[in-house]
């Protein structure tokens, strides 16, 4: 058979003698069939139709065909005329056109588009549509039969294959829990489809109804507005983040991603995409970033939060010449307390204190935990001393007050150091390092006062001045060390890494905390040959372990924020690696969330070359920074580290299992290697590692070693001992 010249118009399938052809054709056969046959000009007629043109008498023999007939078949006429037409046809379709013909017969009555199936020579399965008319002899008695076949097999296949297409959809539709949608030319929902068990009232609430003219509120740049725009530009969009309030005030959160649908000619016609419901990742992204910026105790801002607090008031105060003040506050004797009655009556505490504090503040005030039991007030817009000194006269009070601890009444103080804007300082640092210092002087003059900075208060800082002496010589007099915690593989139990912290003991100061001089060196200018020296050291060990006959295993060390701007920082490494010959992808940089943040673009180039230089990149202390996923996505990191603060609590918190299981989960979604810093119990690691996390660290499984002792240890855990490795480990160290 020759196919009919098809076309697709809207994804149907059409044919130049489409609506009444059939009629006009069997017309011109009619007049063909009374013209004496030898009249050749209505044969030619008949030849030169496109469709297939075929007669038959009651036998069903044919009689007479037209060349069209002859190709659809794949025979020459010759091999068809005087021949039964069930030859040519399916057992089905010989059903199908016996009662065909025998309707018509009985009726006189003509049959169109009427669907069989022909057999062709070389065996394939040709689909019809046909005509059948009764022919009559000049007296009007019965002859035979003849008719009209269009080849309609690429028509019946794509509709088959677009039933199939529908069927497929609605059962992925059914599988997903995603909705998809449509809308028409004006952005009108026309369509859903979901399984969700409320698609009636979903569809009632949004079909005939742009989104903007719904309940969804939209997180996108310019709003409705912006996206309007985009819809208007026929632009794909993804992942746009929409929400709503249900019943009973639970929010809602979608991510929807659409793109716009065309017509033959190129014209717009409407949009089309899937939605999906994202309400427990975004409650629990919003509740990592309140951690992120909020202290866990007290759910005061933290540090970082007044930091960025300081940072617009600093803007202000520079725009509008204003001034502001900076307090800082330190409970007396609560260490006494603390270890007198334990730590579970000092955190009471702190949070007794925290509510008092933010009760004696004014307004437009803002209070912060520091850490420990300090905090710090910022207190706007103030031009001189006296509205800051009935604020600290407040802070006082509200802290003297008597507090009931179980059954002890206890009692505390607190001592307040002040630093003006611009006075005592025009930056953040300044104004803390001020406010720090009268802090310690009203300390020393007796506690449960407040003291303003002053240049005189310099003289006393005699402990800050020692530390800075003894921190300037330490590295040149070989005071500082190296020592290393393993990270333990929680699938296998081997040891897959080592971290390198950083150690100092000063023969005039004693063992000194590294929360204590490693800021203190970042302040100095000190932290960048440390940390080069830190560097080189770790990378030198790690390589004496291998040739030790220790199998390769992973260093991270750590980057200060001003190693990380430091402009030979990429040329120190090369160094490192090089004078050592450790292999790059060996070696693990620890960065933490605040250095990637700012100057995004600035940092992206940076970590690009420090990975084409083949190290491995980690976010260290996750959690405690003010970023997201979302924006760690943009940099080429391998590892996340989830701060120990995520850990502590849990399995028995409940909203602790939630965030680490939260954070681990999109972590891996990322392709990332989750480390959990801060393991302590078995428990918790158990709930790590049933929750997918990578590795551990922490003293559940040993504190952190000399080189020597981690040698031993390494001797000691082989892979017969990694069924047992979550034991913990004595330290060496005591």
């Excluded at 989104?211 to 026929?234: F, M, Y």
């Excluded at 033959?264 to 409407?270: F, L, T, Y």
């Excluded at 959690?623 to 701060?643: A, E, I, M, R, W």
Aim: charged letters at 25%; proline letters at 4%.
């Amino acid at each position: 058979m020759r196919l009919c010249n098809a076309f697709a118009v809207n994804g149907c399938v059409s044919h130049p003698l489409s609506g009444n052809a059939f009629v006009l054709i069997e017309s011109e056969i009619n007049l063909a069939r009374d013209i004496p046959a030898r009249d050749g000009k209505y044969r030619t007629i008949v030849e030169t139709m496109e469709d297939a043109y075929y007669e038959v008498d009651l036998f069903g023999r044919l009689v007479f065909a037209n060349t069209a007939l002859s190709r659809l078949l794949g025979y020459a006429l010759d091999e068809i005329i005087g021949k039964s037409n069930r030859l040519f046809m399916t057992q089905r379709a010989v059903a199908t056109v016996f009662a065909a013909f025998s309707e018509v017969y009985r009726t006189g009555a003509p049959r169109r588009n009427q669907d069989w199936e022909h057999i062709h020579k070389d065996g394939s399965l040709i689909h019809v549509e046909g005509s059948v008319q009764l022919t009559r002899d000049e007296a009007g008695a019965p002859i035979g039969f003849r008719g009209i076949l269009r080849d309609v097999t690429v028509r019946r296949k794509i509709e088959h294959e677009l039933r199939e297409s529908e069927m497929r959809f609605r059962a992925l539709t059914n599988l997903s829990s995603d909705w998809y949608w449509e809308q028409d030319a004006e952005f009108r929902y026309t369509r859903m489809e979901s399984r969700h068990k409320n698609l009636d009232s979903t569809q009632a609430s949004f079909l005939g109804k742009r989104p903007w003219e719904s309940d969804l509120q939209i997180q996108d740049e310019g709003g409705w507005a912006g996206h309007c725009a985009a819809l208007a530009a026929n632009q794909t969009f993804r992942d746009v983040v929409m929400h709503r309030l249900l019943p009973g005030q639970k929010p809602y959160y979608i991510s929807v991603s659409g793109a716009p649908i065309f017509d033959e000619d190129g014209r717009p016609i409407g949009y089309r995409g899937v939605s999906r419901e994202i309400t427990d990742q975004r409650l629990a992204e919003q509740r990592i970033r309140h951690l992120a910026t909020h202290d866990s105790l007290t759910d005061l801002p933290n540090r970082l939060m007044f930091s960025q607090m300081v940072a617009a008031a600093l803007e202000q105060g520079r725009r509008c010449l204003g001034g502001f003040a900076v307090l800082f506050l330190d409970l007396d004797r609560f260490k006494f307390i603390n270890d007198s009655l334990g730590h579970e009556a000092g955190d009471k505490l702190l949070q007794e204190i925290a509510i008092r504090l933010q009760q004696a503040i004014g307004h437009g005030d803002a209070i912060a935990r520091m850490g420990g039991d300090e905090f710090v007030v910022l207190v706007r817009e103030v031009a001189d001393t006296v509205r800051v000194s009935e604020v600290a006269g407040n802070l006082l009070a509200a802290a003297a007050g008597s507090f009931m601890l179980g059954q002890q009444e206890c009692n505390v103080t607190a001592s307040i150091g002040i630093a003006m804007y611009p006075a005592h300082g025009e930056d953040e640092q300044t104004l803390m390092k001020h406010a720090d210092a009268a802090m310690y002087l009203a300390k020393d003059q007796g506690k449960n006062n407040f003291k303003f900075y002053s240049r005189d208060i310099e003289a006393c800082s005699h402990e800050r001045l020692a530390l800075e002496a003894n921190l300037r010589r330490a590295l040149a007099q070989n005071e500082l060390s190296v020592v290393y915690q393993p990270k333990l593989d929680l699938r296998s139990g081997m040891i897959k890494g080592v971290e390198a912290l950083l150690r100092w003991n000063s023969p005039a100061l004693g063992q000194i905390a590294p929360s204590e001089f490693i800021p203190f060196a970042e302040e100095l200018g000190l932290i960048v040959p440390i940390g080069k020296w830190v560097l080189q050291t770790a990378c030198a060990q790690n390589v004496a372990w291998q040739r030790d006959g220790f199998a390769p295993m992973r260093m991270a060390v750590n980057l200060s924020v001003r190693q990380f701007s430091d402009e030979n920082l990429l040329r120190d490494i090369a160094d490192v690696l090089a004078q050592t010959g450790m292999p790059p992808e060996l070696l693990e940089l620890e960065i933490t969330e605040g250095m990637v943040i700012h100057h995004p673009d600035r940092v992206l180039q940076l970590l690009l070359a420090i990975k084409e230089m083949g190290v491995q990149l980690a976010i260290d202390d996750f959690g405690t920074g003010y970023s997201s996923l979302g924006q760690l996505k943009n940099f080429p990191l391998d590892t996340l580290k989830v701060d120990r603060s995520f850990i502590n609590d849990i399995p028995g918190n409940a909203g602790a299992r939630a965030i680490a299981q939260a954070t681990i989960a999109m972590g891996k979604a990322m392709q990332l290697t989750v480390v959990a810093e801060g393991v302590e119990t078995a428990e918790q690691a158990a709930f790590l590692r049933e929750h997918g996390c990578d590795q551990m660290q922490g003293y559940h499984f040993s504190p952190a070693l000399s080189a020597d002792a981690l040698r031993e240890l390494l001797r000691r855990h082989t892979p017969e001992a990694a069924a047992h490795a979550c034991v913990p480990v004595q330290s060496p160290l005591g």
